[in-house]
């Protein structure tokens, strides 16, 4: 009787370890050697699954979590563009990640953990036996996660150097994503069947932009001042009306906007005429400009220079010697505001006729 328990218990013990193989090699089937053609599948994950019907990918950007750490988030959807059928329900069991094979080194090592966990199954470095010569994964499996749990969970890995430093420890080394920037890793997300493995990638956040400097402003608020100085006996008085201030107003404004063009300088309020700003012997029109290029202002100086003369032929009517300007000084100068003298130009012209003798009676 007691042999017979020891032989049921024998039987016993050998259908629970042989059942256990076999679930063994159910799981790692494709990577043992025996059961694949070697090359035979040229494209990750390395073997036949549907790469685009599934629920769950990365989350397009991983972060750096300091001692050789990097972190992923796990994206659930189940719309029609990501899923149909069995795929959009089927639990997350494992994660495989296409990495290089130097990565695989005797000692170095990956610690998984989800939400801060450690995975059930500790993270493998493997060969891709059905995989081109050089092809190798990263595999993260017995996740146990379903749609709801695996919403945004997180999943860092730890890489780890043998005892000889040797191994990768950033995921630029470790991650093999080829048309993608360095340090982007490329993840298949497998059921239980493995017939459903969608393909994603997850790359490193880009850097922010560089602050935006805002340009260097100089504004410059200039005036355009013609002055006609009576003579001390002003025995014929000439003084500008309205419709003549206006008309001085606007050939200077046009002249000063076109030399701003010219000169390539930003205009914030273009020259005007401004009725309010004519005087009985004085007119005045103003622009304001930004004068931050020293260059523009150097040329749009020499300019407004070389049109002065043009200035007092305007404001005395087309010529200086005008009878009704005789023995008048036309001055045509520039006014600043006090902080900033951007332009700094006066040009005078005076016109004394000769006389006309009386005439002889003789």
Same mark, same amino acid.
């Given at each position: 009787m007691a042999s017979f328990a020891k032989a049921a218990f024998i039987l016993a013990t050998a259908l629970a370890v042989g059942w256990a193989l076999s679930a063994h090699a159910q799981e790692y089937n494709e990577y043992d050697p025996s059961a694949v053609t070697p090359g035979s599948i040229p494209n990750f994950p390395f073997r036949n699954c549907n790469t685009t019907n599934g629920a769950y990918r990365l989350a397009p950007v991983w972060r750096p979590s300091g001692s050789n750490t990097y972190c992923f988030k796990i994206q659930v959807s189940q719309d029609a563009l990501s899923c149909t059928g069995a795929c959009c #329900?089927?639990?997350?069991?494992?994660? &495989?990640?296409?990495? !290089? !094979? #130097?990565c695989l080194v005797a000692g170095a090592s990956v610690v998984a953990t989800v939400? +801060?966990?450690?995975?059930?199954?500790?993270?493998?470095?493997?060969?891709?036996?059905? +995989?081109?010569?050089? !092809?190798?994964?990263?595999?993260?499996?017995?996740?146990? *996660?379903?749609?709801? $749990?695996?919403?945004?969970? &997180?999943?860092?890995?730890? *890489?780890?150097?043998?005892? +000889?430093?040797?191994?990768?420890?950033? *995921? &630029?080394? *470790? /991650?093999?994503?080829?048309?993608?920037?360095?340090?982007? /890793? $490329?993840?298949?997300?497998? %059921?239980?069947? /493995? %017939?459903?493995?969608?393909? #994603?990638?997850?790359?490193?956040a880009l850097p922010p932009p560089p602050p935006v400097i805002p340009p260097v402003l100089r504004p410059c608020d200039v005036c355009i001042a013609a002055t006609i100085?009576?003579?001390?006996?002003?025995?014929?008085?000439?003084?500008?009306?309205?419709?003549?201030?206006?008309?001085?107003?606007?050939? @200077?404004?046009?002249?000063?906007?076109?030399?701003?063009?010219?000169?390539? @300088?930003?205009?914030?309020?273009?020259?005007?005429?401004?009725? !309010?700003? /004519?005087?009985?012997?004085?007119? @005045?029109t103003c622009g304001r400009f930004n004068g931050s290029d020293t260059d523009a202002l150097a040329n749009l100086t020499e300019a407004v220079q070389q049109q002065l003369s043009a200035f007092i032929g305007v404001a005395s009517g087309g010529n200086v010697c005008n009878p009704k300007l005789e023995k008048y000084t036309v001055t045509v100068s520039t006014i600043n505001n006090v902080a900033d003298q951007c332009l700094d130009l006066s040009q005078s012209a005076s016109c004394f006729l000769p006389g006309v003798p009386f005439p002889n009676c003789t």
């Open positions: #329900s089927a639990d997350l069991h494992k994660i &495989e990640f296409n990495v !290089s !094979s #130097s939400n +801060g966990v450690r995975t059930r199954v500790g993270a493998a470095l493997d060969k891709a036996p059905a +995989g081109p010569v050089g !092809s190798a994964v990263l595999r993260l499996t017995q996740l146990g *996660l379903d749609t709801t $749990t695996a919403q945004d969970a &997180e999943v860092c890995l730890t *890489l780890k150097t043998n005892r +000889g430093g040797q191994g990768c420890t950033t *995921l &630029e080394q *470790l /991650c093999s994503s080829p048309g993608f920037p360095a340090g982007t /890793c $490329t993840a298949a997300m497998f %059921d239980v069947a /493995c %017939d459903c493995c969608p393909v #994603s990638q997850a790359g490193q100085v009576p003579p001390a006996n002003d025995v014929r008085p000439y003084r500008y009306d309205s419709a003549t201030c206006a008309a001085i107003q606007q050939n @200077i404004a046009n002249a000063m906007n076109s030399l701003l063009g010219g000169a390539n @300088i930003n205009v914030f309020s273009p020259f005007a005429p401004n009725a !309010s700003q /004519c005087f009985d012997t004085q007119i @005045i």
